[in-house]
C-alpha cells in the first residue's frame, strides 16, 4: 500500500511540476520526479527561491513601470499648458499683428510669431515624449506583471513539491 501511495505522490509531484512549473529557466531533477524526498525538497525550496527573486523583479519593474507612467503623464499636461498658453498667445498677438509701421516693427512681430511657434512645437513633442513614456510604462507594468505571476506560480509548485517530499518522508518513517 505505501508503495502504491509513494508513486501516487510521485506521480502527482512530476505532473504539478510540468503543469504548474512555469519558469522557463527552473526544472525539477529527475531524482525529484522519481519521487527521491531529499531531491524533491532541494528542488522544492530552489523553486521557491528563484520565484521569490521573480515576484521581486517584477515588482521592481512594476513599480519603474508606475514612475514612467507618471512622469509621461506629467510631460503630457505639461505639453497641453503649453500648446493652451501657446494658442491664446497666438490669439492675442494675430490681432495686433498688421499694425506694423516700420520693418524693425514687422521683424518684432515675426520673432513674437516665431516664438510663439517654438513653443506650441515644444508642446507637442512633451506630448509624443509623455506618450512614448506612458507606452512604455505600461509595458514594463505588464511584463512585472507576469514576471509575478510566474513568480507566484515557481513558488507554489515548490511548495508543493516541499510538501510532498515530507508526505513521503513521513510515509517512510511510519
Known sequence: MRACFRLL???LTGYLLVTCGSSREWQASEAALAGNPLAMLEDGL?????????????????????????EGNELIREGNDLI???????????????????????????ERLRNISRRWEDGITGIERGNRLVETGNERIGRGQSEV?????????????????????????E
Not at 521573480?54 to 514612467?68: H, K, P, Q, S
Not at 493652451?84 to 514687422?106: F, H, K, L, N
Not at 505571476?149 to 518513517?173: D, K, P, V
Open 9 to 11: 505522490f510521485a506521480l
Open 149 to 173: 505571476r510566474e513568480g507566484q506560480a515557481l513558488m507554489e509548485s515548490g511548495r508543493s513539491l516541499i510538501r510532498n517530499a515530507e508526505q513521503i518522508g513521513n510515509e517512510i518513517n
Open 46 to 70: 530552489d523553486a521557491v527561491r528563484q520565484g521569490e527573486a521573480l515576484v521581486d523583479r517584477g515588482e521592481d519593474r512594476i513599480a519603474d513601470g508606475r514612475r514612467m507612467v507618471g
Open 84 to 110: 493652451i498658453v501657446s494658442r491664446r498667445d497666438y490669439q492675442a498677438a494675430s490681432r495686433t499683428a498688421g499694425t506694423a509701421s516700420t520693418p524693425e516693427q514687422v521683424d518684432r512681430e515675426g
